[in-house]
């Protein structure tokens, strides 16, 4: 017989934590239990400074009062609207506004509800556009080397994060991979776009040379891979991509799920970088994290290639019973409208040198190998520990959370820094201080 007895309150057995090490979690667990601006709150009653916007996501900060006031409001008028054969107005003004802040003419906007869910989109509309396009042999995808795009099947079969591939047998056939971009020979200690590395580009030649241009569909990066561990796009690498894809009749996908939203000071990374892809997918910072949203935008050529035959009949048999929820379009609109009147892109923009002076200034502290600083986003690779990979990285989140009041993330031994828009100079001071404390810690 089933036992229906309650769970032991503050029982941590029955989550399975994603991408977390949950034995070790859970014999000392990092509990946070509010949100404020720039700061979590722990259990214990300790303020944490929150040096990555959350997940890369709350980049207007925590619990800000507009954003809290709308999603409340909109659960006590409309909690749910099926997006299927209906709509509700929000979701058209969302799409508006979104459409209005990216460049050229990436007019129409596909909702979803992740960056996983934006990716899988992404890639099955420009299957899709081929196949309609009367280019039914351009099935190949082209993705690259240590790049992450989500976690469904698409995603890491495009993506070339080893560790989020290598347990799930087969993935998706024809897909091909660029080198990434990162040598730290040539490239340590830059700041915003390295000089050296735009050739690589040169690599979609070759590949589409070995396959014919007739059997591929698109091409996706993300402008700066940022899961990684912060690799910059070189100079001219992505405007070169787009002249190959341009040359062949290849689709361009940005995949701009973290650094969408002002995080690299501006809209998206595509304005920062003159280059208008095909697709931009987007995540994260659309609604500051609070309410999960995203989704996909394309260009106006793309979706009015769908629009044809009869009127009555689907044009794309795809979706999600939660795209375009409610609580998420008023989370969206409010989130645009405060990063708008409080100019955060700009913000960001604005405090970038001050930023990337803070934190170069640990180039000499123990084990430090590379700083990569961009727009507000920093990374310090560490040496890693001998025998151990990554074993210095988790120790410093921990000592970061425990001993310097600071929740910060790794990626592998490398330590990444994405603070909320809203972070102030004397706040990147401390921040940078405290991840200075961390690096000697674990030293």
Not at 394 to 422: C, N, Q, S, W
Request: with cysteine; net charge negative.
């Amino acid at each position: 017989m089933t036992d229906m007895s309650p769970a032991t309150p503050n029982d941590l057995a029955a989550w399975w934590m994603p991408f977390t090490a949950n034995r070790s979690f859970k014999a000392a667990p990092r509990l946070i239990t509010s949100a404020k601006d720039m700061h979590y709150f722990t259990a214990d009653g300790r303020k944490i400074i929150d040096s990555v916007a959350g997940l890369w996501c709350c980049n207007a900060g925590h619990q800000r009062d507009t954003i809290v006031a709308a999603i409340r409001e909109q659960a006590g008028e409309l909690d749910y609207a099926p997006p299927f054969q209906f709509g509700h107005p929000k979701a058209f003004r969302l799409a508006t506004k979104i459409a209005d802040l990216a460049p050229g003419d990436l007019d129409h906007v596909f909702f979803v509800n992740s960056g996983s869910e934006a990716v899988d989109t992404a890639l099955k509309i420009a299957l899709a556009y081929q196949n309609i396009s009367g280019q039914g042999g351009r099935q190949r995808l082209i993705g690259r080397e240590r790049g992450y795009h989500g976690v469904g099947f698409g995603g890491i079969s495009v993506g070339g994060i080893v560790s989020n591939r290598k347990m799930f047998g087969l993935l998706l056939n024809g897909v091909d991979h660029l080198p990434h971009t990162y040598n730290r020979e040539k490239q340590a200690f830059t700041r915003g776009e390295p000089d050296w590395g735009a050739h690589l580009a040169d690599e979609l030649e070759r590949i589409v040379a070995l396959h014919d241009p007739s059997t591929i569909a698109a091409v996706i990066v993300e402008p700066m891979a940022g899961s990684t561990g912060v690799l910059p796009p070189p100079k001219g690498y992505l405007q070169k991509l787009r002249a190959i894809c341009d040359k062949y009749g290849l689709l361009l996908i940005f995949d701009e799920v973290i650094s969408g939203f002002g995080r690299l000071g501006f809209a998206f990374a595509a304005e920062r970088y003159g280059v208008t892809p095909d697709i931009i997918c987007f995540a994260k910072g659309v609604t500051s994290g609070t309410v999960p949203m995203g989704g996909v935008i394309v260009r106006k050529h793309i979706h009015d290639a769908f629009m044809r035959g009869p009127d009555h009949m689907i044009e794309l048999f795809h979706g999600y019973t939660y795209s375009a929820h409610p609580l998420a379009c008023a989370a969206g609109l409010a989130a645009l409208d405060l990063y708008e009147r409080e100019h955060l892109f700009e913000r960001a923009r604005d405090l970038e040198p001050k930023f990337g002076n803070a934190f170069h200034a640990l180039r000499d502290y123990p084990n430090v190998l590379d700083i990569r600083t961009i727009g507000l986003v920093a990374a310090i690779d560490l040496a890693p520990t001998e025998g151990s990979p990554g074993l210095r990285g988790m120790r410093a989140v921990e000592k970061a959370y425990y001993d310097a009041e600071l929740l910060t993330r790794v990626a592998g031994d490398t330590l990444v820094v994405t603070p909320p828009l809203i972070v102030t100079e004397a706040q990147i001071e401390e921040i940078a201080a405290k991840v200075g404390r961390v690096i000697r810690l674990v030293e």
